[in-house]
């Protein structure tokens, strides 16, 4: 059983080599300064692309920057992410700080703490966007879609434009609207005049039926999503302490790394569980992959509470069975509070259960090659 697990983590980041041209790099320092004529997968503490690749990129880091171009897509996590070259295709991007200052031939898809569009950038396709803070500038062609806490904006945009679940809106100098501007709130925001060429949509939202069902809805999910969090906390602690422990400890000593890997792990599954599906005999590894990857995403989610919790309430390797459970209790109630903040609370669980899955994963590598070393696996 350990070796089919563990060479069901391996396959996760090893994989896609085998079914297709691909050049995959990973360190502390990453820095691709030479031309890559095939698609790059890439992880690290810092990485630096600075040359062309003609192919996709993904990407996953502590510290991000894409200066050279990619022929075709992009996509990236990352505490801090900047792009600046050129992209061919559509970008996906995921972090605490993004930042895009490039050409974007296709559409963009992002979600973050703060995100920068600057007023020098260009989107030839459709651009959605969700955060903490959006700064959007820069020349749009298809449509918008934004959400987030505050939201300036001073995009040209050619198609239409939707505005959700925001705080704040600023309208820049340069904001146009050649389309339609729809927009959602408890009440009608000021648009200066000329900044809509087309309709301005106002849908708004009672009061009353938020202060009604948003607390009593929440309440229930979260108290749901809190005793299943729990309850599958307590068998993995139950069952596998040592492991759970030590992951822990690599995720305190290698967070950016941890980051990149879980970020790597979460989208390259489907992936290469989607190749397999393409043959007949590849049919059952696919499906045993694909229900690996929905366990360990939630075994993330969870082992994400034990690492606030852990933090809090100091554990050692011989901390006893009740103190391991309650520390990870009092994680699991902080990490429920933090999910309940409107945007920005998804997005900081997130990064947390993707440091948690990259530190789950760097460890069963260590084991593997362990028991590799010992001939056992």
């Known amino acids: 059983m350990k070796k089919l697990v563990f060479t069901f983590l391996a396959a996760l980041l090893f994989l896609p080599n085998l079914v297709q041209a691909a050049t995959f790099v990973t360190g502390e320092k990453v820095y691709v300064d030479q031309q890559i004529s095939d698609d790059l997968y890439v992880t690290g503490g810092i990485l630096s692309v600075q040359e062309t690749v003609n192919g996709d990129v993904l990407a996953g880091g502590g510290k991000i920057n894409i200066d050279g171009g990619v022929s075709q897509d992009l996509m990236a996590g990352a505490g801090d992410l900047s792009v600046t070259g050129e992209i061919g295709d559509d970008v996906r991007v995921i972090g605490g700080s993004i930042r895009i200052d490039a050409t974007i031939k296709g559409d963009l898809l ?56 925001f705080e704040k809106v600023i309208f820049g100098p340069g904001a146009k609207i050649h389309g339609d501007l729809w927009y959602r709130a408890s009440q009608q925001i000021k648009i200066p005049e000329g900044v809509v060429v087309g309709n301005v949509i106002f849908s708004g939202i009672p009061s009353s039926q938020i202060e009604k069902n948003l607390p009593a809805f929440l309440a ?5 999503s809190l005793l299943a969090t729990l309850l599958f906390g307590l068998i993995m602690i139950w069952l596998c302490r ?21 970020f790597l792990a979460l989208i390259l599954t489907p992936i290469v569980a989607l190749v397999l599906l393409i043959t007949t005999i590849g049919i059952p590894t696919a499906m045993v992959l694909m229900a690996f990857w929905l366990v360990a995403l939630y075994a993330g989610k ?15 390797g011989d901390s006893g069975f009740g103190r391991v459970f309650w520390s990870f209790a009092l994680g699991t109630l902080i990490y429920t509070l933090i999910g309940m903040v409107p945007v920005v609370g998804w997005v900081v669980n997130l990064i947390f259960v993707l440091i948690a899955l990259g530190s789950l994963t760097l460890y069963g590598f260590e084991v593997f090659g362990q028991l590799r070393k010992k001939k056992i696996a």
């Open 302 to 316: 969870v082992t994400a509470a034990m690492l606030i919790g852990f933090r809090i309430v100091r554990i050692e």
């Open 220 to 224: 229930g999910f979260s108290l749901f």
């Open 242 to 262: 040592y492991y759970v422990l030590h992951s822990a400890d690599l995720a305190y000593e290698a967070t950016l790394k941890s980051l990149g890997i879980g």
């Open 110 to 165: 992002g979600a973050g703490g703060d995100l920068t569009l600057t007023d020098e950038s260009f989107v030839g396709g459709d651009v959605a966007l969700g955060g903490g803070n959006i700064m959007a500038g820069g020349t749009i062609n298809g449509d918008v879609k934004l959400a987030g806490g505050t939201v300036y904006f001073n995009s040209d945009v050619k198609g239409n434009v939707a505005l959700f679940n």
